[in-house]
């Protein structure tokens, strides 16, 4: 009787556990399917992206989610990559002069125009590209769309400008060269691509800010401003229709033809260098290995696989929460 009782127990216990067991998976099945539903659902949510080609080659693109507030920019294929030794830095330093004035707005009517459109202007140099964008209302579109046009086709470039630019870059310099981590990333594109334009620094070497002139940021903006290298993108309240009116508007004089640059192959190297600290109390590495370009099916899975990993540094704080696991597997 004990023995039958014992096995009655079992079996009532496996079935009992095979139950947990399919309500887990059931459970799981939903969940999955809620996941799956969610994310097609979160998918008809996003706004399509309009894209339309001007004329004159400037590419106009687009996305409309509603709302009182924009964000709109040009992009422009320009940065060190498109710079030699000679000139090296040049790209960073015209952005710097974006803001100074303009043949129809002195930097005074600029800074006031943009304030009293309660509005942010912006820019910002990187190996490929540099870009002027702007945050306003959806209602200053236009307004904001001609400032752009303005700082890139009038810039005035004045000597006393200039000069005054050159020492605020010299200075941006000293103080990027204090940022470990902008240090470690300059020497790492400099021995990934080393002997070619995307080894070359971003604010370009001291020697080259102190002799950059006018001549050089005017001979830069007619070789790299050019239409069918900008593209005016938008994105937050915004009307696509009524941003290529703007558009057309606008940038119609810029120049539609221009030559192309001879960009060397950037080659992927390999390499090792150390630059020692001992009065560092940390070590800062840096180790690269080739992937691809952004043309290539696999970029966004590998941006996507970026974002889940995440990042984590324990210098920083703010707790464990800040980062992801995957980040945290190796502090």
Same mark, same amino acid.
């Given at each position: 009787? #004990?023995?039958?009782l014992?096995?009655?127990?079992?079996?009532?216990?496996a079935?009992?556990?095979?139950s947990?067991? $399919?309500?887990a998976?059931? &459970?799981? &099945? $939903?969940? #999955?399917?809620?996941?799956?539903? /969610?994310?097609?659902?979160?998918?008809l949510n996003? !706004?399509?992206? +309009?894209?339309? @080609?001007?004329?004159?080659?400037?590419?106009?693109?687009? =996305?409309d989610?509603?709302?009182?507030?924009?964000?709109?920019?040009?992009w422009?294929?320009?940065?060190?990559?498109?710079?030699t030794?000679?000139?090296?830095?040049?790209?960073h330093?015209? *952005?710097?002069?974006?803001?100074?004035?303009? +043949?129809?707005?002195?930097?005074?009517?600029? *800074?006031? %125009?943009? %304030?009293?459109?309660?509005a942010?202007?912006?820019?910002?140099t990187?190996r %490929?590209?540099t870009?002027?964008?702007?945050?306003?209302?959806?209602?200053?579109?236009?307004?904001?769309?001609?400032?752009? &046009?303005?700082?890139?086709q009038?810039p005035?470039?004045g +000597?006393?400008?200039?000069e005054?630019?050159?020492?605020?870059?010299?200075? =941006?310099?000293? %103080?990027?060269?204090?940022?470990?981590?902008?240090?470690?990333?300059?020497h790492?594109?400099?021995? #990934?691509?080393?002997?070619?334009?995307?080894g070359?620094t971003?604010l370009g070497?001291? &020697?080259n800010?102190?002799?950059?002139?006018?001549?050089?940021?005017?001979?830069?903006i007619?070789?790299?401003?050019? #239409?069918?290298?900008?593209v005016?993108?938008?994105?937050?309240?915004?009307?696509?229709?009524?941003?290529?009116?703007?558009?057309?508007?606008?940038?119609?004089?810029?120049?539609?033809?221009y030559?192309?640059? /001879?960009?060397? !192959?950037?080659?992927?190297?390999? /390499?090792?260098?150390t @630059?020692?600290?001992d009065?560092?109390?940390?070590?800062h590495l840096?180790?690269? @290995?080739?992937?691809c370009?952004?043309s290539? !099916?696999?970029?966004?899975?590998?941006?996507?696989?970026? $974002?889940?990993?995440?990042?984590?540094?324990?210098?920083v704080?703010?707790?464990?929460?800040?980062a992801? +696991?995957? $980040?945290?597997?190796?502090?």
């Amino acid at each position: 009787m #004990a023995s039958s009782l014992t096995r009655f127990g079992r079996a009532l216990c496996a079935n009992a556990w095979k139950s947990r067991a $399919a309500v887990a998976r059931t &459970a799981s &099945a $939903a969940a #999955a399917t809620r996941a799956a539903n /969610s994310y097609q659902q979160s998918l008809l949510n996003v !706004p399509d992206t +309009k894209v339309t @080609v001007l004329n004159n080659g400037l590419r106009v693109a687009s =996305e409309d989610s509603g709302g009182s507030t924009c964000t709109v920019g040009l992009w422009i294929d320009s940065g060190s990559r498109y710079e030699t030794e000679a000139n090296n830095g040049v790209a960073h330093y015209l *952005e710097h002069m974006a803001f100074k004035g303009t +043949k129809n707005r002195s930097q005074i009517q600029l *800074e006031l %125009e943009v %304030e009293n459109m309660g509005a942010h202007l912006n820019a910002y140099t990187s190996r %490929e590209q540099t870009v002027y964008y702007a945050k306003s209302f959806s209602s200053d579109l236009g307004k904001a769309v001609d400032i752009l &046009a303005d700082i890139i086709q009038n810039p005035t470039l004045g +000597k006393a400008e200039i000069e005054r630019e050159r020492s605020v870059i010299l200075r =941006e310099m000293e %103080e990027v060269e204090q940022q470990v981590e902008e240090v470690i990333f300059d020497h790492l594109h400099s021995l #990934a691509y080393q002997g070619t334009p995307l080894g070359m620094t971003i604010l370009g070497p001291t &020697a080259n800010i102190k002799r950059i002139n006018r001549d050089h940021l005017s001979s830069y903006i007619a070789s790299h401003y050019t #239409a069918p290298r900008i593209v005016l993108a938008a994105a937050g309240g915004v009307n696509h229709d009524e941003l290529v009116g703007l558009a057309e508007r606008c940038f119609s004089g810029l120049p539609t033809t221009y030559d192309l640059p /001879s960009l060397e !192959p950037c080659r992927f190297s390999g /390499s090792m260098m150390t @630059v020692r600290d001992d009065t560092m109390p940390f070590a800062h590495l840096a180790f690269a @290995v080739e992937g691809c370009g952004w043309s290539n !099916p696999d970029y966004i899975p590998l941006m996507i696989a970026g $974002a889940i990993i995440g990042n984590y540094d324990r210098t920083v704080g703010g707790g464990q929460n800040m980062a992801s +696991k995957l $980040a945290q597997g190796h502090p």
